[in-house]
Structure formats: C-alpha cells, structure tokens
C-alpha cells in the first residue's frame, strides 16, 4: 500500500501500512491491534502523531542522555550531511572519525584512550570479545578462547554477545551459537537485598565463583569476562558492595580480561563519564554506544586498555594489516558529528556532575514507591532505577505491560522487562518531572489487577 506522504510525521495509525515492518522485540500482531507512535521529540518530551506530549522516562531506549533534539548535535548532523555523506574507514580516513576518537578518549579512564567505533552495542560486544581473542594470540596464548558472563546478563543480540549474555528468553531460540563461553551467576538476591539505595549491600562473594570456573576450565584457556557493571535490560540489577573489585582482583590474578558492558551506564547515567569510574574500577576495556553520541546516529565503540592496543598492534610487522575487523560505518561521518557535538554538549552543560546532583531526589523519588501496588522491590543507582512488582499467578509479565500501557495513555513513557520498570531518564531531567514520572506510575499501578 502507497501513502498519500510517507514523510509525514503527524500520520496516525489508521493511516499507515504496518504489516510490512518486523518490529524488534515487540509483540507484532498484540502491538499493530494497537499500536503507540511516537513522532517527535524535544528535550524532556515525545509528542505522539495525535499531538500528545509524553514525558520520556527512559530516554528513548537508555541513549539520549543530554534530551531530545538538542541544536548543537541536531546542527551538526546536518551540516555534515551536506559536507561529505559517507567516506570510508578502511584504509582510508576522515577528519571528523579521528576527532571524535580523541573527543571520547578525553572522558576515559587514564590509560584507555585507544578506541574502536562500531554501530550498535552488540557489535561492540562482538568487537570487545574478538579483540580479548586476537590479544592473547598475540601473546602467545592463543588456548585463552573461553569468554565468561553472567546470568541474566544483556550483551545485545549478535551471535557473540546471545551467546554470552544470560536472559534465557533471548538465547533459548538459540542454543549453543558457541561452545566457548561459560556463566557466573547472577548477583540478584532480593531476599537480602529488597529495597536498598544504592548498591545492595549482600552478595560480593559471588565474584568468588570465578574461581570456581578458572578451576574448571584452567585460566589458559579463559579469554575475557564480561559483565554489566549494572545489569540494566534484565530489569536494573545492581553490583552488591565489594563484587565489582573482587572481580577485577580474580581476572587480574589469571591474566583474565575484564570487559565492562557500559552500553547503558556510558557517558554520565551513574553521575560519573563511567560505571569504571564510579565504582573506582578499572576494566581492560569498555562497550559503549547509545548517549556517545546521544543516539543522533547510530554508533558504538569499543574503549581499549592502550596496552591491549599495542599489543595486538605490534604483533603484525608494520605494513600488515593488525585487526581483520571493522564495519562500513564504522565511523561514518554523521554519527562521528554527533559523537564531537555531544561530547561538547556534555561538557559545557556538565550534564554527568547534573546527573549526579539530582540523583539523590530521584532515588527518594523513586523509594517513595515502595508502598505503592503490587511493588515487591525497589531498587537505584545514579538517574536509573528498576521497580519490580509481584507477578501477576500464571501470567509473568503481563501485570507491568498492563501498567506500562496505562503510563503511556497517561503520558509517560517507561519500560518494562518481565515484571519490572525499568527508569532511566534523560539526564537533564527536573525535580518537577521526577514527580510526574513517579506519581504517574503509582496511579497506573493503582489501576492494574
Ligand atoms: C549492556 C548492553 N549491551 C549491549 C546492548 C546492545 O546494544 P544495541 O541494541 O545497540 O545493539 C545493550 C542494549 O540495550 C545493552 O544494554
């Protein structure tokens, strides 16, 4: 079917074709019953094609940290849509890629300045897991293939990172994509932990578990761990006090890679550039993408310890070709614009040392929800928050997408995973919209059986 003007952004439902669309992690056949259309955005606000302001409490997908349309990254965008559209990575270069690498390398932890642009976070996770192979072939122990996750863990949908990542419904469809990776478990533990602010204070002795799987497997034959330093798409669980160190110390003792999955605390969502520097916790390398570049333009990246760089570096005599990896778009201009743009947005608004100032109103914000319906657990850290509810007997889920499209008919956009909301705001966010955004959410609840 043909659109009068498929490029207009105010057409309703009723006037759109929506068979055509394969819809990603999405009901398809419950949504196009009924679907919700977002069609514009500024600041703090989606509008609906009807017209409708939603208040955006999850800042799209985890990504837009610095808020909807901002000019200077808008600008940016399209002046280089007009200066040069595409250029090519591989051996060639442009300006604005190396530009960005450095824009990036300014906010990383001292030492980890050398860095990989992909598109998504699955392809940095893809990336990351190639690079801790490539390194220890390139010392010499090219055994160390084993890659270890964790339960419940989300590392994006490529083979790789399914492969690694835990949430069982993502990987059931899936098995087995390889034989080389392992799990620890995970660090949820609501019996001792229900409620805390901030990170929970039972649970660092499951990093000891570790050990166990360097026993099992032998350290010469583990490559890399990754984990999330706060799970976030598995519904916001937290590192317990002390894990995330004893962790690092335990790779460190077997000549183990740690690799931070910082797809969603990248770039100022826990008050800090990083989850790594947070929690005062170096990893050897990081997964970013999402708020780089305020996810204007799709992108990612991989942040590599320089040592690590160097080593797969030199490993190929000069003239060789050092990493058989890369993407067309690896640095495409636009998306390398809006990494520059934002990266100077975030500075000249100091939108992390924001995000941290206002974190302590949002977390009483968020606690005040204790008492409200159905809730069974609370739980925060910096602007991200997960609300878990009791599942509704034989139906897992479908009580928080029940509430999840209330918010939505009422004006808020929140997300859900299995039984839990998961908030996580732009970082310009007011006092005033944290209590719409927790009150709108209580009254939602109210209204579920
Ligand atoms: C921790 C983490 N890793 C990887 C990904 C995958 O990123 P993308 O959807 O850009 O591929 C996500 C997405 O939410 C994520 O949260």
């Known amino acids: 079917m043909k659109l009068e003007n498929p490029t207009t ?23 196009k019953q009924a679907p919700r259309l977002l069609a514009g ?16 409490g999850t800042a799209g997908l985890w990504c837009v940290n610095a808020g909807h349309c901002r000019a200077p ?33 300014e906010v990383t932890p001292e030492g980890m300045d050398r860095v990989f642009f992909t598109n998504s976070g699955s392809e940095s996770v893809d990336t990351a897991m190639k690079i801790a192979l490539a390194y220890h072939r390139a010392r010499g122990e090219p055994s160390r293939r084993l890659i270890i996750g964790r339960e419940r863990g989300y590392h994006g949908v490529n083979f790789g990172g399914t492969a690694v990542g835990g949430i069982p419904g993502n990987r059931k469809t899936f098995p087995q994509l390889m034989a080389i990776v392992d799990h620890l478990r995970s660090t949820h533990d609501m019996a001792r932990n229900a409620h805390s602010r901030g990170m929970p204070a039972h649970g660092a002795e499951f990093a000891d578990e570790l050990e166990r799987l360097v026993t099992l497997h032998d350290a010469s034959n583990i490559a890399a761990v990754i984990v999330e330093p706060v799970a976030g798409s598995t519904g916001v669980l937290l590192p317990p006090k002390g894990y995330l160190e004893r962790l690092r110390e335990i790779c460190t003792k077997h000549g183990i890679l ?16 990083f989850a790594a520097d947070f929690f005062n916790v170096r990893p050897d ?59 100077q947005l975030y500075k000249d608004e100091q939108t992390f040392a924001r995000a941290a100032a206002i974190a302590p109103y949002f977390e009483d914000a968020v606690h005040s929800l204790r008492d409200a319906r159905h809730v069974i657990d609370v739980r925060n850290l910096g602007l991200v928050a997960g609300i878990e509810l009791a599942p509704r007997a034989g139906a897992p889920g479908k009580r928080a997408y029940e509430a999840f499209v209330k918010c939505f008919e009422m004006g808020v956009l929140v997300r859900t ?9 732009p970082l310009i966010i007011e006092k005033s919209h944290i209590d719409q955004l927790v009150s709108m959410l209580r009254d939602a609840l109210g209204t579920v059986e």
């Open 73 to 105: 990254i808008v600008e940016a965008i399209q002046r280089q849509a007009a200066t040069m559209d595409f250029a090519p990575t591989f051996q060639m270069g442009h300006p604005l890629v190396f530009e960005a690498a450095t824009a990036v390398a």
């Open 41 to 56: 955005a500024k600041d703090m606000h989606y509008t609906t094609p009807e017209g409708r302001k939603i208040l955006d």
């Open 285 to 343: 390398m990081m997964t970013v993408a999402k708020a780089i570049n305020n996810a204007a333009i799709p992108m990612g990246a991989v942040i590599v310890d320089n040592r690590i760089h160097d080593t797969v570096i030199d490993a190929t005599p000069v003239g060789g070709i050092e990493f058989m990896h890369g993407y067309t778009y690896s640095g495409h201009p636009m998306a390398a614009a809006a990494v520059i743009a934002t990266q």
């Open 417 to 425: 995973t299995g039984d839990i909301f998961a908030l996580s705001p």
């Open 9 to 31: 952004h105010s057409v309703s439902a009723d006037a759109l074709a929506l068979e055509h669309f394969w819809m990603p992690f999405t009901a398809n056949r419950q949504f």
């Open 258 to 273: 740690l690799i931070f999955d910082e797809v969603i605390t990248g770039f100022g969502r826990l008050g800090t550039p």
